[in-house]
């Protein structure tokens, strides 16, 4: 099987380079039947004299792209594309063709390529996906910001779906065969009915690749560390969102009401979690959101059954409230993200009885 790394970079030359080699770009080291693909989105920071370093440098096949169409998507979009044409001057079938997701701030463990190649290999009709994992470096440095991200998480985490339920998938250790892309439609913009950008490019993908059939293969030895820079810039904020990319709406609405990101050192004070509640009360209505409420409308789509089935879960009440249709999961997914997101918005108090009645239901 044929494997295409696909790397967008906005602004990344301080951290392109090592994650390449991370990736097994490196002299003498070039991972065998693999083409690195190199998406620049409009850099102003030396990114592009980065890329040609690395093509320059007798790693392997490299190609280098530019869109100057920011956002996630379009980079994301031309990589896949410009890794269709190189299988087709190859003649490479695109059902043997793998693309990979990585970020270009990312360090990938050994061997990242080809444990997701072998999990490919024996699910090849899955979307595939990686660990992404954070550094004993930051645990150690930051061990409060850990704590408060466990325990907030621990007081919902019995009504989350089981694992192979859910469609959340981290974008930067994410892959699938280029003939079941183009099988799912591809990555699509998708904006809300305010005219923001839904984010989630990969999940919205994967929901659309369930509702034809697929689903998620982990591929456990398949291992990254992300840069923490983004909890670094707002700690407040990444921990309240629990990671997940919210539209910039939500940000600037965020951002005037807190002013003050704090650090991530205030995390270590003993009494985080109640001088933080507010954001903790967003984080545990966010992973509700991702992990319980999301996948569920999901796995009841596919299953054909109503939310009656569900009798005594505090999820009923939510998802008594949003409806959208099993045709608009396979063409539209993120309007499953946007009603959800407007719920919480405009009756919080509903996420707050579910998170109440959480403590006291387990599921079946």
Known sequence: MYTAVVVPCLNEAASLLETCISLGFSRGATPPDTVLILVDNGSTDGTLDVMDS?????????????????????PRHLGVSMAETFAAELSIPNNEFLILQADADTIYGGGFIASMTASALSAPQDLIEGIARTTKTFLAEYPGYHACCACADEAVSCIFVPEADEVIIDDKVAGYRLSEYLKWGGHRREFDARGDEIHAETSRLFIRAKMVGARRTRAPEAVAYPSRRKTEANPLGTFATAGFPRESRWWHRWTSLHPNHHSLREFDRSDALEAFANAVFVRQVHTLILFALVPTHVRLALDGRTIKSLTGSPLVPLLERVAVASESLRTTPGQLLEGYFDLAERQPGLFADCIEKARDYSLP
């Open 54 to 74: 690395i093509k320059n440098a007798n790693v392997g096949t490299v190609l280098l792209g530019q869109t100057l169409e920011r956002g996630y998507v379009p």
